[in-house]
T-cell receptor
Framework: EAGVAQSPRYKIIEKRQSVAFWCNPI?????LYWYQQILGQGPKLLIQ????????DSQLPKDRFSAERLKGVDSTLKIQPAKLEDSAVYLC???????????FGPGTRLTVL | GQQVMQIPQYQHVQEGEDFTTYCNSS?????IQWYKQRPGGHPVFLIQ?????EVKKQKRLTFQFGEAKKNSSLHITATQTTDVGTYFC????????????FGSGTQLTVLP
């Protein structure tokens, strides 16, 4: 069974630039999550999708972050414009509907200069 | 909101020594999950505990869920260098969305 795919794996940008991350969850997983993990901390949930609908985006900085999952499969997370404090690893995870266990992708390490 | 705290933040042990990390939630949890993240890697699911007082074992790893379902522990017997990584506990929130709140993790270093 293929795991959660993410790209790119690494991204370096300057502040005020835009960046987008892509995630492809495990086949059949209805729930998709985007997390931000700052060095030395646990993952912090940014947004949760159930199929193509948003379940929770209470911790998403909506003035600069946006995410979509148009067809209920792949998802993109965008930051526009980026700030220095956005430097982190962005993890995508998915889970089978109704099951709590989450499967994480390899993450995208973002460095904002 | 729900808070999940872990101690210690860092632990260095000599190979062969035991290791324990503790997790405490500000709210009662329906279940608790443990994940392991290797250096440079992503969190990988280890186990889920559901019942009050539940104890589960995976080879040298022993997981325990407290009676009040607000705390948990992970104990590793006779650590090996392959145990290196950060161990996170995570608990679902009370809402229907059941999003996980992760602890800050315990970073384990095993010295050969």
């Amino acid at each position: 069974e293929a795991g959660v795919a993410q790209s790119p794996r690494y991204k370096i940008i300057e502040k005020r630039q835009s960046v987008a991350f892509w995630c492809n969850p495990i086949s059949g997983h209805a729930t998709l999550y985007w997390y931000q993990q700052i060095l030395g901390q646990g993952p912090k949930l940014l947004i949760q999708f159930q199929n193509n609908g948003v379940v929770d985006d209470s911790q998403l900085p909506k003035d600069r972050f946006s995410a979509e999952r148009l067809k209920g499969v792949d998802s993109t997370l965008k930051i526009q414009p980026a700030k220095l404090e956005d430097s982190a690893v962005y993890l995508c995870a998915s889970s089978f509907q109704g099951i709590d266990t989450q499967y994480f992708g390899p993450g995208t390490r973002l460095t904002v200069l | 909101g729900q808070q999940v705290m872990q101690i210690p933040q860092y632990q260095h042990v000599q190979e062969g020594e035991d290791f324990t990390t503790y997790c405490n939630s500000s709210t009662t949890l329906s279940n608790i999950q443990w994940y392991k993240q290797r250096p440079g890697g992503h969190p990988v699911f280890l186990i889920q505990l559901v019942k009050s007082g539940e104890v589960k074992k995976q080879k040298r790893l022993t997981f325990q869920f407290g009676e009040a379902k607000k705390n948990s522990s992970l104990h590793i017997t006779a650590t090996q260098t392959t145990d290196v990584g950060t161990y996170f506990c995570a608990g679902p929130g009370p809402g229907s969305a059941r999003q996980l709140t992760f602890g800050s993790g315990t970073q384990l270093t095993v010295l050969p």
